[in-house]
């Protein structure tokens, strides 16, 4: 099943408009909570730890020290999608009016087991190098 984690969109516009669109789209909508940012990712994915592959062949990424109150930025994470979906994902926000994400990434092996502040700090990271380039 497709599933987004959506961080720091709450209380805005297009919170009701991604949401609907994860709706349309048959993609399961997941807020991530201020008291949920040490959560693996795959936990919040709400995906069972045990026989995954990350589980086998990857160890936890480091839990950095970034403070919520450093993490202002909406977040928006992939999982469970086809090049194609995304496409079409990506597609539907543009056409919704909902303004690109900057920390936008798919879930993948590598990051599952990932903190979603580790992700956080990690896209932010190359985001914040990409803009100075």
Do not use: C
Not at 6 to 28: G, I, S
Not at 34 to 52: F, S, W
Not at 93 to 101: D, H
């Amino acid at each position: 099943m497709k599933k987004i984690l959506v961080y720091k969109l709450e209380d805005t516009p297009y919170e009701v408009m991604l949401r609907n669109l994860a709706k349309e789209q048959n993609v399961l909508y997941i807020q991530v909570e201020k008291t949920e940012l040490r959560n693996e990712l795959r936990e919040l994915l709400r995906i069972p730890a045990a026989g995954t592959d990350a589980d086998a062949v990857f160890s936890p990424a480091p839990d950095v020290w970034i403070h919520r109150r450093d993490m202002v930025e909406p977040l928006l994470l992939l999982y469970g999608f086809t090049n194609e979906e995304m496409e079409t994902f990506f597609d539907g926000m543009k056409k919704s009016g909902i303004p690109r994400i900057r920390l936008t990434a798919m879930a993948t092996v590598h990051n599952l087991r990932w903190s979603f502040r580790a992700l956080y700090q990690e896209l932010r990271s190359e985001a914040d190098a990409m803009a100075g380039a």
